[in-house]
Nanobody, 128 residues
Framework: QVQLVESGGGLVQAGGSLRLSCTASGRTFSPFSMGWLRQAPGKEREFVAAIRWSSSTTYYTDSVKGRFTISRDNAKTTVYLQMNSLQPEDTAIYYC?????????????????????WGPGTQVTVSS
């Protein structure tokens, strides 16, 4: 069983930046991919970004391309989400998740049921 814990959320003004971290613990950690998804009040959970662990290939939803960067530190079993130029519409609870197995690709990363383990989430609030 993998445990995931997110950190780095908070309140920021529009145009500001935050860096989210997600650290994994538990059994030997060797995920296929990891992703960040978010859920705003009254909305469904949506995909934000994903990274294939072995190749560091990254995937993003269109609304965050050029603003957000996902990266990983294999030694620390940590995945990061650097968020720049934040906007009020980025306000949400951000979750990290592990996708343990093949296949990869945006089709799978955008679907919440593709992921096997989830963190409890961290709140990001962007004020206008």
């Amino acid at each position: 069983q993998v445990q995931l814990v997110e950190s780095g959320g908070g309140l920021v003004q529009a145009g500001g930046s935050l860096r989210l971290s997600c650290t994994a613990s538990g059994r030997t950690f060797s995920p296929f991919s990891m992703g960040w998804l978010r859920q705003a009040p009254g909305k469904e959970r949506e995909f934000v970004a994903a990274i294939r662990w072995s190749s560091s290939t990254t995937y993003y939803t269109d609304s965050v391309k050029g603003r957000f960067t996902i990266s990983r530190d294999n030694a620390k079993t940590t995945v990061y989400l650097q968020m720049n130029s934040l906007q009020p519409e980025d306000t949400a609870i951000y979750y990290c998740a592990v996708k343990a197995t093949f296949p990869s690709g945006l089709y799978y990363y955008t679907r919440s049921n593709s992921y096997d383990s989830w963190g409890p989430g961290t709140q990001v609030t962007v004020s206008s």
